[in-house]
């Protein structure tokens, strides 16, 4: 087998993707351990792989980028004269890159497959490749170089700052130390991706008395005015719990670190999902729009998927929509607040 000595893998975006690609860069950093990895980001989610050890550089695409910011990357990418180029993300724009290069390996995105799907609701993965995880896609993408699935899951890193900065939070918010935290995660970047922000608050205040916890509430930037109005409904609710409410205060990295202090999390198919799979939470996933074999789902950890599996127009996308092309929206409507309960209560009870 070939020595593997400097490797560039690709991925722009977007929070989950990332998260998903770090099985596929420890098993190959395992595989090569004296091999150079760097990874190419949109500057804005570089955190999410700035403090990973099995990375040697973090290439930055700066946020806005322009043609002309492509052209440079590309400059750095042919000066530095990879062996391999690992294209996970596998676009326009990352095909360019890969020019010239000396060997590409790309995923396997099963658009076929994800085509019919979607558009006819005929399921034939298994004619495709499978439904595995997306982050065990990433990782076919170096099957030819023996490096196979070691079964530990996902991964993202943070300095001591940020564990330090959970902490003081949590101190200012008057979280007791040693108490019961779930953590809640109630938005999405799109509008069918996201349960409803009532039963979102329902859930929270019911577990918070059930099982005597505080909630801590996550949340990126622009998430705030949700964020703001669930913590308000929990606290009206149940007057005696503790909130912590940080939506939009911290960095990837600062999450993370956050969630580490809880016992769940409940969540969106979002990219603070994949952040819990990442940190081994235990995780209560509401599915709307989308569904588990189009491989977005927690990966490698506890979890459960709640869903409305008796609908015929899911999926209607792979990434989201804006509003319900059917009006009705009962992919999330029809989802109780009881489901999301019991399921948590389940993951707590082991």
């Not at 760097?38 to 570089?46: G, H, I, Q, R, T």
């Not at 020019?99 to 085509?115: D, E, L, M, Y």
Request: aromatic fraction near 8%; charge should be positive; proline fraction near 4%.
């Amino acid at each position: 087998m070939e020595s593997i000595h400097k490797t560039l893998v690709i991925r722009f975006s977007s929070v989950g993707d990332i998260v998903l690609s770090s099985l596929l860069v420890r098993v190959f950093h395992l595989r090569f351990p004296e091999s150079q990895i760097d990874y190419l980001v949109k500057a804005e989610f570089a955190d999410l792989v700035r403090y990973n050890p099995h990375i040697s550089h973090v290439l930055e695409f700066p946020r806005g980028g322009t043609f002309s910011d492509l052209v440079n990357i590309r400059r750095r990418i042919s000066a530095s004269q990879y062996d391999l180029i690992i294209d996970i993300h596998d676009s326009l724009r990352s095909r360019y890159l890969c020019i010239g290069a000396k060997r590409v390996v790309r995923i396997n995105k099963r658009k076929a497959a994800r085509f019919m799907f979607i558009n006819l609701k005929w399921n034939l993965y298994q004619m495709f490749g499978g439904t595995p995880s997306v982050a065990e896609r990433y990782l076919e993408t170096v099957w030819e170089f023996r490096a196979f699935n070691d079964n530990k899951g996902l991964e993202i890193f943070f300095p001591e700052t940020a564990e330090d900065k959970a902490l003081s939070l949590l101190h200012e918010a008057g979280a007791v130390p040693g108490q019961i935290l779930i953590a809640v995660c109630p938005s999405a970047r799109h509008f069918t991706k996201m349960w409803l922000k009532e039963r979102f608050a329902e859930a929270a205040a019911q577990l918070s008395r059930e099982v005597k916890a505080g909630i801590v509430i996550l949340g990126s930037h622009g998430e705030e005015e949700r964020c703001t109005d669930i913590e308000r409904r929990i606290r009206e609710a149940s007057p005696e719990t503790v909130v912590v409410n940080v939506a939009g205060r911290l960095s990837f990295p600062e999450t993370a670190a956050m969630m580490d202090r809880c016992e769940i999390v409940i969540t969106n198919d979002s990219g603070l999902m994949h952040i819990a799979a990442a940190r081994k939470r235990n995780v209560v996933a509401i599915f709307g729009s989308t569904t588990k074999e189009l491989g977005f789902y927690p990966y490698g950890t506890p979890h459960i998927v709640v869903e409305n599996d008796s609908l015929e127009c899911r999926p209607c996308t792979h990434i989201g929509r804006q509003s319900c092309p059917k009006g009705h929206f009962k992919c999330m409507n029809d989802i109780p607040t009881s489901r999301v309960v019991e399921a948590a209560h389940r993951l707590l009870e082991g």
